[in-house]
């Protein structure tokens, strides 16, 4: 009898002893992973928001249905770009000067995605005379300033001529214009937004407010529509077959219809930006090398004790 209770009190000591050891291992643990998120914090923070987007965007539904994590995310955010654009225009666009307050206005929404990266794609899109060789419906377009442009385009079995005007334009984001002709006017802005190092989506809104009553009336516009929808398509091709060639965009900027940044004030901006982002890359190449040299010193001393 003896020898038993003396066996029990072993075993709920040791019980005591491992409950005990257990729980410190799990303080022990739950504070290491504390300090391990809160240094983490910042690193997934942003992975975090794009994620949270994803699924706010409907990507949660694709990746459960199989589909690449980072493809849905990419998915998400374009349509995120797609709808925030769309709102900023018509917001820009309410209560100017388009027509009347019972002008029927039709809206025309199309967008592209281009396997080139952001500025490759803009540069080629401030090149307007180049259109007329690669699309159908624009015939020819002349440039008298940096801010005035006549186009003659096709529209259906019709030929239609439009006097634009830039008011907003910033390299590499949007070009917001408005252009008047004979049987109408219209307001556009075409922005770009990178969706990964070599994607780009383009998104182009117009209004047209037609004169007339054949424009009024008729389905001129839809045939436009569905040009523009096809010219865009062109610009792509075009865009992407000259990839390799090098073409120097106009650089400038313009706001309320004025030229506030020149184009040779532009290629300096970004003469001066490329320089600041190689000088961080070299910074961050010197602290690499330090942590490599520290880490020798130590792998060193280590070696000196083993022996």
Do not use: C
């Not at 849905?72 to 388009?98: C, P, Q, R």
């Not at 006017?185 to 070599?198: C, D, I, K, Q, W």
């Amino acid at each position: 009898m003896a020898v038993a209770a003396h066996q029990r009190q072993d075993q709920e000591e040791r019980g005591s002893g491992l409950d005990q050891l257990k729980d410190e291992l799990a303080s022990y643990l739950s504070a290491q992973a504390q300090e391990w998120m809160g240094k983490a914090g910042d690193k997934v923070a942003d992975l975090t928001d794009q994620l949270s987007d994803t699924v706010e965007g409907g990507g949660l539904s694709r990746i459960l249905a199989g589909e690449s994590p980072v493809k849905a995310l990419v998915s998400a955010k374009a349509k995120s770009v797609k709808d925030k654009v769309i709102g900023k225009v018509k917001e820009a666009f309410t209560g100017g000067g388009g027509g009347g307050g019972n002008t029927k206005v039709t809206n025309i929404v199309e967008t592209l995605d281009v396997g080139l990266p952001v500025r490759t794609v803009y540069d080629h899109w401030t090149q307007i005379k180049d259109f007329s060789g690669f699309t159908k419906g624009v015939r020819s377009v002349s440039q008298s300033d940096e801010t005035a442009s006549d186009w003659k385009v096709k529209v259906g079995p019709s030929a239609r001529s439009w006097h634009a005007t830039v008011q907003e334009q910033v390299p590499d984001d949007r070009i917001v214009w408005t252009s008047n002709g004979s049987k109408g006017s219209t307001r556009g802005a075409v922005s770009f937004h990178e969706l990964a190092p070599n994607l780009t989506r383009i998104v182009l809104v117009v209004e047209y407010y037609p004169s007339g009553f054949f424009e009024k009336t008729g389905n001129l516009w839809r045939a436009q529509g569905r040009r523009l929808r096809l010219d865009l398509k062109h610009f792509g091709r075009h865009v992407t077959l000259s990839a390799d060639e090098e073409i120097e965009g106009w650089r400038g900027e313009i706001h309320d219809g004025e030229v506030v940044r020149s184009h040779e004030e532009g290629l300096e901006d970004d003469e001066t930006e490329n320089e600041e982002d190689e000088d961080e890359d070299e910074d961050r190449g010197d602290e690499d090398d330090g942590e490599e040299d520290e880490y020798d010193e130590y792998e060193d001393e280590y070696e000196d004790a083993a022996r």
